[in-house]
């Protein structure tokens, strides 16, 4: 069986970086998170823009609120006004942040009423009629966010605001969600005027920004996966002859939106001498909440006006909390055991060794090996994984390891790797011999759930080669072995421009052609 062609500089290290994590998104991956949906970042991808005359751009995105129900009206997915988003960037390797992108959001009331017997009312809805980003008239909750950019530590340094390069205004409009095309016709052309160009603070060139609702982007098998991998053909190799095992089974994400923090900036302004930066996305609550005892805000439905969300919060206060954290897809999930998901959702990336013994001793190959050993699957007997820690928390060594680099769990990028055009994209990243996909920053196309199901199982370690000096020759086989959750990802599903996140999926689907 042949080997993926990529440098053996990269092959020799980037299954360590891989093998920690596996299997699903982070939706849901801690007991907490499930409590605050609105902060739950679900994936964040950083790669460098493909988008045709936007060379020397990278794209970072950050997902929030899990499993978004188009038809989940009558109130949709707003964010959380009461919360902090951030993308995070690590720009000399050494796990702390140095550029910190910040958003908070403003959600009001508009107090649409009509004339019932004689008596204005409120309205039950969100929109009393069709409305477009220029003519609003009809809808009755209309949602804003700001944009800071930090300098230095995230709650000390240096904190600018970002503005709308046209415009000069630090209020950015968000689309709504997409009810349908009788409230939106034209959904596609109404979310892409939500597409900023913004003038970032000590950056020469402008950038861009879009927050709103897509289609979620990640595929993954999800339901057989957590039943014990019920998976049909666990391995490429069960199928039968002309079978695709890697597109047998439906996306379980397939009918749900997130909303998505997206930007664009250029290159040169995210580096600091080394062309390789690390990246990842939080969501912080303050530390105190008192709520209202009687959230209604006017008690006659005569008078109704614009009221700001949420009503019940009458007091925030204390120090921001950090409750998720998002780098790397899937480490939370699948890797960090049970009794500290919480707890890693509330650390930085600098202090990743108290999570160490997780990545030293990978539970996920040992339960494969229960589960499949009949089938030839064996997982690699090779502790500690003292290589696996080296690689996972550093980048690798030429291709995406920072010159000077302190171990920290990110998502890392080469800027100067150059972008593979979208029809040209392997899902299988690295490991289909794309250097500019996964574990080089994160593409929507990336199939991160194949690509490390096969690198937590071996397939980049060094075979046998009948020496005594092998540690494991009985899981040679089962190294080689193509595994996959059988869901495939489709690149008709994503965009080829920014933000390359495909439209969302329409409220009422029986009537709407987007």
């Known amino acids: 069986m042949k080997r993926p062609l990529i440098p053996r500089v990269v092959a020799g290290t980037v299954a360590a970086a891989l093998a920690c994590t596996a299997l699903a998104s982070s939706h849901r991956e801690a007991p907490f998170i499930t409590q605050q949906p609105k902060v739950d970042g679900t994936d964040f991808y950083l790669f460098n823009s493909y988008e045709n005359g936007r060379a020397g751009y990278v794209t970072l995105i950050a997902n929030y609120q899990p499993f978004e129900f188009p038809q989940g009206g009558p109130n949709y997915y707003t964010m959380d006004p009461n919360a902090l988003y951030e993308i995070l960037v ?20 508009n107090g649409l009423a009509v004339q019932a017997g004689g008596k204005s009312v409120a309205v039950p809805l969100v929109n009393i009629g069709p409305f477009s980003a220029t003519s609003t008239a009809a809808q009755n909750v209309m949602e804003t966010y700001t944009l800071t950019v930090v300098r230095g530590d995230r709650r ?6 970002v503005v709308d390069a046209e415009t000069g205004s630090a209020t950015f409009g968000k689309p709504f969600d997409n009810i349908g095309m009788k409230s939106i016709p034209n959904y596609a052309a109404y979310a892409n005027s939500f597409i900023h160009n913004i003038t970032i603070p000590g950056c020469n060139k402008p950038g861009r920004v879009f927050v709103g609702q897509r289609k979620d982007p990640f595929v993954v098998n999800l339901g057989e996966t957590f039943d014990l991998v019920n998976i049909k053909y666990p391995v490429e190799e069960l199928a039968p002859p002309g079978v695709n095992a890697r597109n047998l089974a439906p996306n379980s994400l397939a009918g749900y939106n997130v909303t998505t923090l997206a930007l664009e900036v250029a290159a ?51 120090a921001w909390n950090q409750v998720s954290r998002l780098g790397m897809p899937l480490v939370n999930e699948l890797v960090i055991g049970l009794p500290d998901k919480d707890r890693f959702n509330s650390s930085q990336p600098r202090d990743d060794k108290q999570f160490a013994d997780y990545v030293t001793n990978p539970s996920l190959p040992v339960l494969l090996q229960a589960l499949f050993g009949s089938a030839g699957v064996k997982a690699p007997n090779v502790y500690p994984r003292s290589d696996l820690v080296a690689a996972f928390l550093t980048g690798i060594q030429g291709l995406n390891q920072p010159a000077n680099v302190t171990p920290a769990e990110e998502t890392r990028l080469n800027t100067t790797t150059p972008p593979t055009p979208a029809g040209s994209q392997n899902n299988l990243g690295v490991l289909g011999g794309d250097l500019a996909g996964f574990p080089n920053g994160r593409r929507p196309i990336d199939d991160v759930v194949d690509i490390e199901l096969r690198v937590a199982m071996g397939v980049l370690l060094t075979p046998f080669d009948g020496s005594a000096k092998d540690p494991d020759p009985s899981s040679d086989a089962s190294r080689q072995l193509r ?14 421009v920014f933000p390359y996140l495909n439209t969302p999926l329409a409220g009422s689907p029986t009537s709407s052609k987007d």
């Not at 000390?156 to 605001?161: I, L, R």
């Open 156 to 161: 000390s340094g240096q904190a600018e605001q």
């Open 90 to 109: 690590d720009n000399v390797g050494d796990g702390h942040e140095h550029l910190t992108f910040q958003f908070r959001f403003n959600v009001v009331d």
């Open 483 to 496: 595994y996959t959750d059988g869901a495939l990802p489709n690149p008709a599903d994503y965009l080829t």
């Open 268 to 318: 040169s302004c995210l580096t600091a001498g080394d062309p390789v930066i690390g990246g990842w996305t939080t969501a912080s609550l303050r530390q105190a909440r008192v709520l209202n005892p009687d959230p209604q805000s006017n008690k006659s439905a005569a008078s109704v006006g614009p009221v700001a969300q949420p009503t019940w919060a009458s007091v925030e206060g204390g």
